[in-house]
């Protein structure tokens, strides 16, 4: 598979400056090094109409985005975010340029959320604060500025797993989600498809760098089978918000992304999926760098407003 030639160039960036492996830290250590990583990859962040930082009940940091040019009267659609990471690393500020962004080109609200960290917090924490989170911008829709008839979820990498997660959770409460943006998810934790294979050397992401990451957040193997964890292992999809999943090649999530994908379609659910051949894990988050991530955020985007406007 050919890689994007700003993705070789970013590679060869990255080869030279001789960053040591996610995988050879500590977290935290691993998180300081992740965030010092947003001057080298993400542009400036968009002006937004407004932004504020609160705490929701459980005691879990939210940060809410109101895209620029909206009414400042109406009540708008709202998509919840949760950050990747590995849930491990990540946070507000690291996905501030992103959810900037997805405010302002959807023309919505975003809550984006700090769930809690392993492995200072092992599973399930990350999934109980993220469905916390879902069901708070439901319930008090009124006092966010959010329509509760148009409340979405979305995420990228592990806070893709959330949010796929989260869909399947709110679909068990009677909750109905407009939509839930995949952002190339992880979607089964035994690491079982071929992908995982195929990319293992010389990119942000392998095949060892999750296993670091499965290990800090599970606290046993049998969570690796248990759908809030893997939502692919899931029972049934069927009845979950329609999808828009972004898949990149050279990532060893690609094969379990697009399981998901067609899983989802399988069991009923309207799914459009976006393959970027020449990208890597993490691309949408590496705009200053990457083309590609332009055209990943605005489908992200358009897939929003299509559905809200």
């Known amino acids: 598979m050919t890689l994007d030639p700003d993705v070789i160039a970013l590679l060869d960036l990255i080869k030279a400056a001789g960053r040591p492996p996610m995988d050879s830290l500590p977290p935290p250590e691993a998180r300081l090094a992740f965030l010092a990583g947003r001057t080298v990859l993400q542009p400036e962040p968009a002006e937004v109409a407004s932004v504020r930082d609160f705490t929701i009940p459980g005691d879990i940091p939210v940060r809410l985005y109101r895209g620029v040019g909206t009414d400042p009267a109406a009540k708008l659609p709202c998509l919840v975010y949760y950050h990747g990471g590995g849930w ?147 029972a049934s999809l069927a009845g979950t918000a329609p999808a828009t999943v972004i898949v990149a090649a050279h990532d060893p999530l690609a094969d379990e992304s697009q399981a998901y994908a067609k899983r989802l379609e399988q069991d009923g659910v309207l799914v459009t999926s976006h393959y970027f051949s020449g990208q890597i894990h993490g691309f949408v988050s590496m705009g200053k760098m990457l083309r590609g991530a332009e055209m990943a955020v605005r489908t992200a985007a358009l897939a929003l407003r299509l559905t809200w406007h």
């Open 88 to 234: 491990v690393i990540g946070d507000l500020d690291s996905h501030d340029v992103l959810c900037r962004r997805l405010a302002n080109d959807a023309g919505c609200l975003v809550l984006s959320v700090h769930y809690r960290l392993a492995p200072e917090h092992k599973f399930p924490a990350a999934f109980d604060d993220s469905v916390a989170a879902m069901h708070f911008a439901v319930a008090h829709a009124d006092q966010i500025g959010a329509d509760p008839a148009k409340i979405a979820v979305g995420g990228d990498s592990a806070g893709g797993n959330l949010a796929a997660a989260a869909a399947l959770a709110a679909r068990d409460a009677g909750i109905v989600l407009t939509n839930q943006i995949l952002i190339y998810p992880v979607t089964d934790l035994a690491m079982t498809h071929g992908s995982y294979a195929r990319v293992t050397d010389g990119f942000p992401l392998v095949n060892r760098t999750m296993v670091w990451f499965i290990d800090h957040y599970l606290r046993n193997d049998a969570d690796k089978y248990d759908w809030r964890a893997s939502p692919l292992r899931a």
